[in-house]
């Protein structure tokens, strides 16, 4: 069973403090992606990455940046984090050329005071 | 117009009925499409993959209408458990696996 792990459910931080959220996938996925989902508006992928070291940028990548050191593990980095980046931030993982599905990990709610 | 667009409900539909939603996606050249289902403060879960003209899994039922552009869900028989968000979605580019995403419809089965 794939596994995908987010390094926080929970996350309160303050107007212009820099945010790490990781994702980790054990299931050796090439593409690994991050999203935000806010109501009303769905889901919306920010950055996906299909290789180590690559990132391309998803719908709204516009105060987030990404880091994909390693094939398991996928980073996303607010700068400087600002109120209107509170939501629930979800990390995917997918595998192979043309498997269908996508794993989601727990999500990572984060209130931006 | 969005690139996937579902009613958002809620449908609020008693136990043992049948229920069906509708999603209409707006890229003709779309590949693959699925559903996936929330729970409420859960991630998103595939439910079925929808190819061609549709598939049948138990109580569940999808299709695809390529010529009006939209897929469907059927629930029969619908269990308590079924409630949740049903979310469509779509890929739009052939080898890509970028997901393009229905703002969801919300489902509740009431006893």
């Known amino acids: 069973d794939v596994k995908v792990t987010q390094s926080s459910r929970y996350l309160v931080k303050r107007t212009g403090e820099k945010v790490f959220l990781e994702c980790v996938q054990d299931m050796d996925h090439e593409n690994m992606f991050w999203y935000r989902q806010d109501p009303g508006l769905g889901l919306r992928l920010i950055y996906f990455s299909y290789d180590v070291k690559m990132k391309e940028k998803g719908d709204i990548p516009e105060g987030y940046s990404v880091s994909r050191e390693k094939k398991e593990r996928f980073s996303l980095i607010l700068e400087s984090a600002s109120t209107n980046q509170t939501s629930m931030y979800l990390c995917a993982s997918l595998g192979g050329l043309r498997t269908d599905t996508q794993y989601f990990g727990p999500g990572t709610r984060l209130t931006v005071l | 117009r969005k690139e996937v667009e579902q009613d958002p409900g809620p449908f609020n539909v008693p136990e043992g009925a049948t229920v069906a939603f509708n999603c209409t996606y707006s890229?003709?050249?779309?590949?693959?499409f699925f559903w996936y289902r929330q729970d409420c403060r859960k991630e998103p879960k595939l439910l079925m993959s929808v190819y061609s003209s549709g598939n049948e899994d138990g109580r569940f039922t999808a299709q695809l209408n390529r010529a009006s552009q939209y897929i469907s869900l059927l629930i029969r028989d619908s269990k308590l458990s079924d409630s949740a968000t049903y979310l469509c979605?779509?890929?739009?580019?052939?080898?890509?696996?970028?997901?393009?995403f229905g703002t969801g419809t919300r489902l509740t089965i009431i006893p």
């Open positions: 979605v779509v890929n739009p580019n052939f080898g890509n696996e970028k997901l393009t």
């Open positions: 890229n003709s050249a779309s590949q693959s």
